[in-house]
């Protein structure tokens, strides 16, 4: 299984990106799928994931209300539109997955596959 996330950039606060994470190898039907974010010199930390069966899905206090996180089974994707950017929004993204169990899903370690991260940058 590899995932690869895109949609990164350069933004201005205020401004939105949508990040989407693509899965080859499998599909994302039963997986618990997820998005980290890490900023220099900081730990991974949990942003937000989606069950994909069931549909639920969960954030961290510091963005809800400004990013959403969806799937495309048709697709196999999951994307993260990121609205309100700030300047601590800045860190490499990566998503993750792990089929077999929902549980733990905002730990890093409780995900079996990584995608290579993207970096958002918002300026002042």
């Keep these: 299984v590899q995932l690869q996330a895109s949609g990164g950039g350069l933004v201005q606060a205020g401004g939105s990106l949508r990040l989407s994470c693509a899965a080859s190898g499998r599909t994302f039907s039963s997986a618990l799928t997820g998005w980290f974010r890490q900023a220099p010199g900081m730990e991974r930390e949990f942003v937000a994931s ?24 048709a697709k196999n994707t999951v994307n993260l539109q990121m609205n309100s950017l700030k300047p601590e929004d800045t860190a490499v993204y990566f998503c993750a997955a792990r089929w077999g169990a929902y549980n733990n899903y905002r730990t890093p370690t409780a995900y079996s596959y990584w995608g290579q991260g993207t970096l958002v940058t918002v300026s002042s």
């Design 50 to 73: 989606i069950m994909w069966r069931g549909d639920n899905t969960y954030y961290t206090d510091s963005v809800k209300g400004r990013f959403s996180i969806s799937r495309d089974s």
